[in-house]
């Protein structure tokens, strides 16, 4: 397959294999497609996914405010409802639970399975909140959803509030911290995705940039170059509170250099002649 792609053209050649790539970083992504586009939905509206009236919800609201009623200090009320989701939704990254890279569920969807990531845990915390009579709408980042009420925020907030709902939608804080967030954030998805998954995306990318001048040593070494870029953004990203950003900078920079090590031979291509007559 590999051999036939490299005989056409490069008009030709180059959108093929980026289209083949694309599909299959969204198909390890989301090998279910229909959620991409319910996540989607659910983001564009994320009030929607809040369900303060569900009637599976109705005896959690019953047992918080008997555990509320002598509570007034809102911190403490805070830290109260946040330890009752997380005794009872089990944390589970999406990819075990939807089998996909990332999905922001209903709430009924989360009390159902019993398990879910900090984006479940914050759409049931923001329920009981709206059910108990406050104000409460979700925020995020790049890496972790949780709750802002009227009494404070609390399923273990983050420093900048870069994502917010509104009942319009989601607003976006634009700035220079945004771009800080993504980098932590592109660092912490590399180390907690599933190898597996991120593997067979290199090796379709690595595929696509050989050409048809590319040797195979060069390959090689772009191979290893790559993989080992791929090891240290995976180490160097598990903790989301704690990134080594010069580790991921490493890793990063090591990726950069095997893309460059087979695109390099593209620049010199040409277009074929045929052998001049004696």
């Not at 409460?136 to 983050?158: C, I, Y």
């Not at 990318?205 to 995976?234: C, E, N, Q, S, Y």
């Not at 990726?255 to 695109?263: E, S, Y």
């Amino acid at each position: 397959m590999l051999a036939k792609l490299n005989v056409l053209p490069r008009r030709y050649r180059w959108p093929i294999k980026w289209v083949v790539v694309g599909l299959t970083y969204f198909l390890v992504c989301y090998p279910y497609p229909r959620l991409f586009f319910r996540n989607a939905e659910h983001w564009r509206n994320p009030d929607s996914v809040l369900e303060p009236d569900a009637a599976a919800l109705q005896p959690w609201v019953a047992e918080l405010r008997v555990a509320l009623a002598d509570q007034h200090d809102p911190p403490q009320m805070l830290k109260t409802v946040e330890r009752y989701v997380n005794q009872r939704i089990r944390y589970a990254f999406d990819w075990e639970t939807w089998g996909v890279m990332d999905y922001l569920p209903t709430l009924d969807e989360v009390l159902a399975l019993g398990r879910e990531d900090c984006d479940g845990r914050a759409v049931v915390a923001a329920s009981l909140m709206r059910k108990l009579g406050y104000k409460a709408d979700l925020v995020s980042d790049f890496m972790h959803v949780w709750v802002k009420t009227d009494q404070g925020e609390f399923m273990n907030p983050r420093p900048f509030k870069d994502f917010v709902a509104t009942a319009q939608g989601v607003k976006v804080n634009w700035g220079w911290r945004l771009l800080a967030d993504f980098s932590d954030a592109l660092g912490y998805g590399v180390g907690v995705f599933p190898m597996v998954r991120q593997a067979i995306i290199l090796v379709v990318v690595w595929l696509a940039l050989i050409g048809p001048r590319t040797r195979w040593p060069t390959a090689a070494i772009a191979g290893l170059l790559l993989t080992d870029g791929l090891l240290l953004m995976h180490a160097s990203g598990r903790n989301a509170y704690a990134p080594i950003r010069w580790l991921q900078w490493v890793g990063f920079a090591q990726i950069v250099a095997g893309v460059t090590v087979l695109a390099w031979p593209w620049s010199r291509e040409h277009p074929y002649r045929a052998p001049e007559q004696a």
